[in-house]
């Protein structure tokens, strides 16, 4: 039984690294697509992206079907199961960066050809190196049980946010515009970060309604669209 559970565990533990690895994969690739300017090697990027996000959504259900496993059928000890509900818990935050990843991949497509964009692009390719290290060094925390990476990043959540924040507005600052336009524009940042939290608490409850229906179900219905045009 003990050689099954270690089997069990390593195989839950490898599922994570593929799928840690896959998100990380794909942060290199949207940076740069970033700077692609050629539409087959955008179109190329924009495909690797869209396999790896199919393999990540893959990976989110193949684990969350491991942890129920492994907990029924070899009952680990503490200390393991805290390792696996860690586990389960990055591998839904890692599946939701996909999702943002994706949204930022639609996003630049539909808006990289206009003046605006060039003008701002590399502030928001700073931007994006930022939420990089913090998921890199959150990931490496737990591969390399060094808590001092974890608490970086949880301290330098809000630094980031507010160091983006003002790279923002300084850009804007800077460009010869009239104060209305100005004024408009600084609006526009606060509604979008109101809308942007919005998204997120919607995104939660339909996570949780997820949960509810495998609970009373047993059926998994994330990624499969069920549910959403019922």
Request: charged share 25%; hydrophobic share 40%; net charge negative.
């Amino acid at each position: 039984m003990s050689e099954k559970k270690e089997q069990a565990l390593n195989e839950i533990q490898a599922s994570f690294n593929e799928m840690a690895n896959l998100v990380l994969h794909q942060l290199t690739l949207l940076e740069k697509l970033m700077n692609t300017a050629e539409e087959n090697a955008f179109s190329a990027i924009t495909d690797e992206l869209e396999t790896a996000e199919n393999r990540i959504d893959n990976l989110e259900v193949v684990i969350g079907e491991q942890f129920t496993s492994t907990i029924v059928l070899y009952q680990p000890v503490a200390s393991d199961v805290r390792r696996l509900v860690a586990i389960y818990r990055m591998t839904i935050n890692i599946e939701r960066i996909g999702d943002r990843i994706m949204n930022l991949c639609r996003i630049i497509k539909g808006i990289r050809k206009s003046p605006e964009y060039a003008s701002i692009s590399s502030l928001i390719s700073n931007m994006l190196t930022s939420g990089t290290i913090m998921v890199e060094k959150s990931l490496l925390s737990f591969t390399n049980y060094d808590p001092d990476y974890a608490i970086w990043t949880i301290k330098n959540d809000s630094v980031v946010d507010e160091m983006n924040h003002k790279l923002l507005l300084g850009h804007i600052r800077k460009e010869e515009i009239d104060d209305r336009t100005m004024s408009m524009l600084l609006t526009y940042i606060e509604l979008k970060d109101m809308i942007s939290n919005i998204e997120r608490i919607a995104d939660h409850a339909t996570n949780i309604a997820e949960a509810s229906i495998y609970s009373l179900r047993g059926t998994d219905i994330r990624h499969t669209g069920i549910g959403k045009n019922d």
